[in-house]
């Protein structure tokens, strides 16, 4: 998902929410999101994400569980 600004408002969208983690495009134009926070708030972020940002025209969303990471912070990668 390229030109609509993904990355940075999934950024502000997690800030906002209280979860650290990053945000990074894929070779194929998806992008991933790894989120570490409150139960309530990565399922606030994971209903955003189905929407994402006005000009995004989201087609799929897939979750995984991954080995428990301790970010500080949001990224953009």
Not at 27 to 33: I, K, R, S, T
Not at 58 to 69: F, K, L, M, N, R
Request: net charge negative.
């Amino acid at each position: 998902m390229q030109g609509v600004w993904f990355r940075d408002s999934t950024r502000r969208e997690a800030l906002r929410l209280g979860i650290c983690g990053y945000a990074k495009n894929l070779p194929n134009g998806d992008v991933e999101v790894l989120a570490v926070g409150q139960e309530s708030a990565l399922d606030a972020l994971r209903d955003w994400l189905h929407e994402g940002p006005p000009l995004a025209n989201v087609t799929g969303v897939s979750e995984e569980s991954v080995e428990a990471q301790d970010p500080s912070g949001f990224e953009i990668r």
